[in-house]
């Protein structure tokens, strides 16, 4: 089946701060990959997508590249902010049927001043 | 577009009593789904829908738990009767399988607590 693995959180950094956030998955076929962001006290919210290996999804200057090779799809960003301050969900899509979409468990991420 | 609305957006109840969250999905959108978010057991997808038929329902916990879409502009799901384990944020989201397929758009999300 179709499974997300995401790092333990939370993440904390400070203002500026390089960001990563490590997923890997396991699918079969093709999936599409995404990152999704949750603010405190919201829905989740599409950030960012990669439809096929070797694609970088990239918006709001995080990024994240599809690599099959390694079955990986983590979350960067040069320099993080405060208002970053958020639950970080990978996720994917699998190729073909309904549109079910695989969330892996969320890793928070606190940004100090 | 006023994205996906829910409502109530909190709700508080005493055990036993019935309870109903509702949902409008964007316009236009052919898929809905119903989740439940805890600190314990994170993000669960309870049922969702495609053209309004429950495509699958094996994520409800129980038999307390029912979902319904008369058509495509709504969608309730109905708890009853409600256990003080049933606390959680349940959210609504929808989406197009065809114009972008895997992006989900989720509502604000119903707070529930029952006593």
């Known amino acids: 089946g179709n499974s997300v693995t995401q790092m333990e959180g939370p993440v904390t950094l400070s203002e500026e701060a390089f960001l990563t956030i490590n997923c890997t998955y396991t699918?079969?076929?093709?999936?599409?990959l995404f990152w999704y962001v949750q603010y405190p006290g919201e829905g989740l919210q599409l950030l960012l997508k990669?439809?096929?290996?070797?694609d970088k999804g990239s918006n709001k200057g995080f990024e994240a590249t599809y690599r099959k090779e390694t079955t990986s799809f983590h979350l960067e960003k040069g320099s993080v902010q405060v208002s970053d301050s958020a639950v970080y969900f990978c996720?994917?899509?699998?190729?073909?049927?309904?549109?079910?979409?695989?969330f892996g468990t969320g890793t928070k991420l606190q940004v100090i001043p | 577009d006023a994205g996906v609305i829910q409502s109530p957006r909190h709700e508080v109840t005493e055990m036993g009593q019935e309870v109903t969250l509702r949902c409008k999905p964007i316009?236009?959108?052919?898929?809905l789904f119903w989740y439940r978010q805890t600190m314990m057991r994170g993000l669960e997808l309870l049922i969702y829908?495609?053209?309004?038929?429950?495509?699958?329902d094996s994520g409800m916990p129980e038999d307390r738990f029912s979902a319904k879409m008369p058509n495509a502009s709504f969608s309730t799901l109905k708890i009853q009767p409600s256990e003080p384990r049933d606390s959680a944020v349940y959210f609504c989201?929808?989406?197009?399988?065809?114009?972008?397929?895997?992006?989900?758009?989720f509502g604000p999300g119903t707070r529930l607590l029952v006593l």
């Open positions: 699918a079969t076929g093709y999936p599409s």
């Open positions: 990669a439809t096929k290996a070797d």
């Open positions: 829908f495609n053209n309004n038929v429950p495509i699958d």
């Open positions: 316009s236009g959108h052919d898929y």
């Open positions: 989201a929808s989406s197009s399988g065809g114009l972008l397929p895997g992006a989900q758009y």
């Open positions: 996720a994917l899509l699998n190729s073909g049927g309904y549109q079910k979409v695989t």
